[in-house]
T-cell receptor, first 116, second 112 residues
Framework: EAQVTQNPRYLITVTGKKLTVTCSQN?????MSWYRQDPGLGLRQIYY???????DKGDVPEGYKVSRKEKRNFPLILESPSPNQTSLYFC???????????????FGNGTRLTVT | DQQVKQNSPSLSVQEGRISILNCDYT??????FLWYKKYPAEGPTFLIS?????DKNEDGRFTVFLNKSAKHLSLHIVPSQPGDSAVYFC???????????FGSGTKLNVKP
């Protein structure tokens, strides 16, 4: 089954304790991206990756890191989480053509992060 | 400042009637528009899209209309069904661009 898998689904942590949210897709998609969803703000893009070893900032990258060492995986790293990073996080992927639109995004089921 | 706005946080419609969800955008460079549906505890799923060269795209009960001069798009669901109850997000992207901008969502409730 074609899917984007995020882990964990729920995470409660304390300020300053490094954490990683994993994301994996099995559709051989080039493009992967991370979003956070907050009430009244919709989904805001954190980072995206066009392909292996190619990453770039979205609209809200502060406090986050990503890496793309393999095509299927795109982990989100919070080196020193703070309470304002409490949010619902989504990983997404899509097939990307050079010189054309990306195909629609396929989303994972989300990771609810609470930082106390 | 949000480039894509959904000004109605919620909408309630009777089963069988039409649901109209609205979305406005500010960036005239946006070239590709999408609607996503989201159920609780799931990720958004793609519903329908439209490129700026069209003003209408239809897929079964779902139709998206684009008015570029007004920077406005809408999603029509006819007839509405209780299973359509979900949060609907509109999103936009520039051509050959890697960022998607999402609205804040509209929660649709279709009453039986």
């Amino acid at each position: 089954e074609a899917q984007v898998t995020q882990n964990p689904r729920y995470l409660i942590t304390v300020t300053g304790k490094k954490l990683t949210v994993t994301c994996s897709q099995n559709m051989n998609h080039e493009y992967m991206s991370w979003y956070r969803q907050d009430p009244g703000l919709g989904l805001r893009q954190i980072y995206y990756s066009m392909n292996v070893e190619v990453t770039d900032k979205g609209d809200v990258p502060e406090g986050y890191k990503v890496s793309r060492k393999e095509k299927r995986n795109f982990p989100l790293i919070l080196e020193s989480p703070s309470p304002n990073q409490t949010s619902l996080y989504f990983c997404a992927s899509s097939f990307s053509w050079e010189g054309s639109y990306n195909s629609p995004l396929h989303f994972g089921n989300g990771t609810r992060l609470t930082v106390t | 400042d949000q480039q894509v706005k959904q000004n109605s946080p919620s909408l309630s419609v009777q089963e069988g009637r039409i649901s109209i969800l609205n979305c406005d955008y500010t960036n005239s460079m946006f070239d590709y528009f999408l609607w996503y549906k989201k159920y609780p505890a799931e990720g958004p799923t793609f519903l329908i899209s439209i490129s700026s060269i069209k003003d209408k795209n239809e897929d079964g009960r779902f139709t998206v209309f684009l008015n570029k001069s007004a920077k406005h798009l809408s999603l029509h669901i006819v007839p509405s069904q209780p299973g359509d109850s979900a949060v609907y997000f509109c999103a936009a992207s520039e051509y050959n661009f890697n960022k998607f901008y999402f609205g804040s969502g509209t929660k649709l409730n279709v009453k039986p």
